[in-house]
């Protein structure tokens, strides 16, 4: 049957597009732009949950929430990098995680930063 032969070509092609890096790069650079911290933060999040994420969308999700002030927030979301990627591709969420908390905290989270570093 040609119908069902076209529904179900249509149907691979929009789970492809669903699924485009590309494309939630370019939705998620919208929503940096035009939309509101809620709409951008949704954009990421939807992009990790189907996860078609990748390790620089993960370090700019991060950055986009320090610079916003949700330093807890940006933490999670390396920390959620990290369980997605395995090594050598995790190596630069690891850094710039690392890196952040120090420069956050500094000195007044010593068991926390502890268990980062042993990780």
Known sequence: NK????KEDKELVQNRLFRSNKLW???IDMEESL???ASTRAAYDACLDLKVATPSLILSYAKFL???????D?????ERGIKAFNWPHVN???LTYLSRFVARYGGRK???AR????Q
Do not use: H, N, P, Q
């Open 3 to 6: 119908s069902a032969a076209l």
């Open 25 to 27: 790069a370019l939705a």
């Open 35 to 37: 939309g509101t911290t």
């Open 66 to 72: 320090e610079e916003r002030k949700y330093f807890e």
């Open 74 to 78: 940006a933490f999670r979301v390396y």
């Open 92 to 94: 630069d969420i690891w």
């Open 110 to 112: 010593l068991e926390r």
């Open 115 to 118: 268990d980062l570093f042993e």
